[in-house]
T-cell receptor, first 110, second 115 residues
């Protein structure tokens, strides 16, 4: 049973434009959410996180939005750069275990 | 500070064999989690160890097992390998996963191919 879902397997965006990656979860007990970025043949690297007491967290070009009522979070990348091309995973936790989505492959076109 | 180290980087095995993967966490991290990544399936949680105790276990058959040593290093074992076990196996360490600010730090993974 997939508790964290990323319904878009892939996304293509022009360089300089905004990339929006979406993630939905089913467990209302989740209170900590993270985004990871993964290049081929490498492990995922932490990008940004948000606690359930917030609805927005920014770090440079990356902003994560959390809508608890909709059980939805999104990652905004502005402006998108070719080096952002990677697979992005969202993850959620309500205890000491993380649940990951299936990933969205982002391609930023120069 | 050294990152998470996984060995070996690549493995080729045949069906029926067994395999042991190793993970050295970041110094000071007491939690080690293991994940399996296959195309289209995302990161599937295998199990998590904290201070040598398995705290959480995912929905994998008993052929998948693990352990953690007193120095927090962890090993994962897969017995009676099947073709479907071919995947990238990722290890992640954390101070205490799930706690705000205690994110997972991943190694580069072990790519296992079962022929």
């Amino acid at each position: 049973d997939q508790q964290v879902k990323q319904n878009s397997p892939s996304l293509s965006v022009q360089e300089g434009r905004i990339s929006i990656l979406n993630c939905d979860y089913t467990n209302s007990m989740f209170d900590y959410f993270l985004w990871y970025k993964k290049y081929p043949a490498e492990g995922p690297t932490f990008l940004i996180s948000i606690s359930s007491i917030k609805d927005k967290n920014e770090d440079g070009r990356f902003t994560v939005f959390l809508n608890k009522s909709a059980k939805h979070l999104s990652l905004h990348i502005v402006p998108s750069q070719p080096g952002d091309s990677a697979v992005y995973f969202c993850a959620a936790s309500g205890g000491n275990q993380f649940y990951f989505g299936t990933g969205t492959s982002l391609t930023v076109i120069p | 500070k050294a990152g998470v180290t996984q060995t070996p980087r690549y493995l080729i095995k045949t069906r029926g064999q067994q395999v042991t993967l190793s993970c050295s966490p970041i110094s000071g991290h007491r939690s080690v989690s293991w994940y399996q990544q296959t195309p289209g399936q995302g990161l599937q949680f295998l199990f998590e160890y904290f201070s040598e105790t398995q705290r959480n276990k995912g929905n994998f058959p008993g052929r998948f097992s693990g352990r953690q040593f007193s120095n927090s290093r962890s090993e994962m074992n897969v017995s009676t390998l099947e073709l479907g076990d071919s995947a990238l196996y990722l290890c992640a360490s954390s101070q205490n996963p799930g706690t705000y600010g205690a994110e997972l730090f991943f190694g580069s993974g072990t790519q296992l191919s079962v022929l």
